[in-house]
């Protein structure tokens, strides 16, 4: 059964999400708080996407966020954030979140982006190829979606390893924002070209040796991204 958590306190809001994931094939489950949430992904290790809405009694949505990824990088992360709030997609994407909807959001859209995320958490089976990508010092291992840095582990979200196995795949090849977007997301995606900025932001924190002087994941500018310098 594929599973989706829902985390809003606002119970109308969070009814209209409800019904319209168990219309769309999913089976729910409902949280009113962040500890809430907390509690029932832990009760429900099933649980393959969640939905964490911000504005909350008690600790926020990005405070749980933050806590998932602690101990998950697996599970999609799915912010819901309020029109007026353009930081709150930044902010929700940098703290570990792989997409964001905007309220007010449509079923199709709400369920377009479950059905995305749920689709990239389960695809963990074998792909072809002898399974390993290597640029020194990354390898990356198309097995078990793990990535080592000189020998070391780094954690990877889900879209995350996707990006990352994007550009091993294509070292020295410029790639513009929208083709990432295109190979990471899908061609039926229709989030917007920040959530690339964003993703490859978050990574470059992980895999860098100066974030601030990126000099794996360069930027080309005006156009996107390439592997290399
Ligand atoms: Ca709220």
Sequence with gaps: MKKVLVLEDEANIRSFIVINLIRAGYEVVEAETGEEALEKLRLHRDVRVALL????PGIDGFEVCRRIRAGNPQIGIIMLTAR???????????????????????????????????????????EAGDGELRQPPFLLNTRNRTLEKNGQRIKLTQVEYAIMKMFMENPGKALSREEVLDLVWGRDYFGELKIVDVNVRRLRLKIEDNPTNPTYITTVWGYGYKWGI
């Design 53 to 56: 809405d911000i504005m909350l």
């Design 84 to 126: 007026s709030q353009e930081m709150d997609k930044v902010t929700g994407l940098m703290t570990g979140a792989d997409d964001y909807v905007t309220k007010p959001f449509s079923p199709a859209e709400l369920t377009a982006r479950v059905d995305a995320l749920m689709r990239r958490s389960g695809g963990v089976a074998p």
